[in-house]
């Protein structure tokens, strides 16, 4: 087996989300393996922050607040990409934005504005990454996407598994159309994953924790760090012949059915037998 399998040596890879979570995992995983990466977020404090720890392992970093549901700020993004780097060989489309509403109470614009956020803006990260890969005949997007692409969830989510359930449909159509070209397109389906905003839901409401450890069976909740290894994976070669793949990182949710008692929670096994026996 090559030892450069996970190299990502001189390769340039644009990830959203860049100065928090999983966006901020991804983009130092990426560059620990050799890419040079441009952070997108409008947290231009946080994304200088993880830009000065990625320069410091000697790789180069382009840092823009663009506002990724907005098609012009995006396209103006991969302009200033094509004149720094002249190439994008990854794209890490991971930021975007929910609302949570009771489904009679949700409004038209809050739909059509998470639509725009995790639909339209995620599609045109999209594009403008792959005409640049389709033009050198190479490129790898991993798009994030939810278990509320595959299942509800409740709680008010309706918007945004809506426009997560749509994620899922554009990776497999960009895939379709795009691996005879050599770029590969694959989605990534996080569970709950601790970052700030879920951190206060869970300060509301001490029961929420639980409910949902309820459903993973490895007993734990996601940690931002667990995109890193996915992250390297699907940017290097290691992953050439994977494209158009709904990847779970859900401790197990998805494999687990609706009535199933995961491990952590199981009681000990009583074996009924016959009287006598």
């Not at 994030?144 to 309706?158: D, F, M, P």
């Not at 890193?228 to 994976?233: N, P, R």
């Not at 290691?238 to 199933?260: E, L, V």
Request: aromatic residues 4%; contains cysteine.
């Amino acid at each position: 087996m090559s030892s450069n399998l996970f190299s990502l040596n001189d390769r340039v890879a644009v990830v959203s989300g860049a100065a928090q979570g999983l966006g901020r995992a991804a983009a130092l995983a990426l560059a620990q393996h050799g890419a040079h990466i441009v952070l997108v977020d409008r947290n231009l404090v946080g994304a200088e922050s993880v830009a000065a720890q990625i320069q410091s392992l000697g790789r180069e970093t382009l840092v823009a607040g663009t506002d990724v549901s907005d098609p012009e700020a995006i396209a103006e993004l991969f302009r200033q990409v094509d004149a720094r780097f002249g190439r994008v060989d990854f794209l890490g489309n991971i930021a975007g934005d929910g609302h949570l509403s009771k489904p009679e109470d949700l409004t038209i614009a809050d739909l059509q504005r998470v639509l725009q956020n995790l639909v339209v803006g995620r599609f045109a990260m999209c594009r403008e990454a792959g005409r640049r890969m389709l033009n050198q005949g190479h490129g790898s997007i991993m798009n994030i996407g939810s278990l509320a692409s595959s299942t509800a969830l409740g709680r008010g989510h309706i918007a945004y598994s809506m426009a997560m359930g749509a994620v899922i449909q554009m990776t497999r159509e960009l895939s379709t159309e795009w691996s005879y070209r050599g770029v590969r397109v694959n989605c990534v389906t996080p569970a709950q994953v601790v970052n700030p905003s879920l951190e206060a839901r869970m300060a509301d409401d001490p029961t929420l924790e639980g409910r949902f450890l309820r459903g993973i069976p490895a007993g734990r909740l996601g940690h931002p760090d667990d995109i890193m290894g996915l992250a390297v994976f699907l940017a290097s070669d290691s992953s050439a012949w994977i494209t158009g793949a709904i990847i779970p990182m859900d401790g197990g949710n998805m494999a687990m059915n609706a009535g199933g008692t995961p491990g952590h929670e199981q009681r000990p096994i009583q074996t009924f037998l016959p009287k006598g026996k």
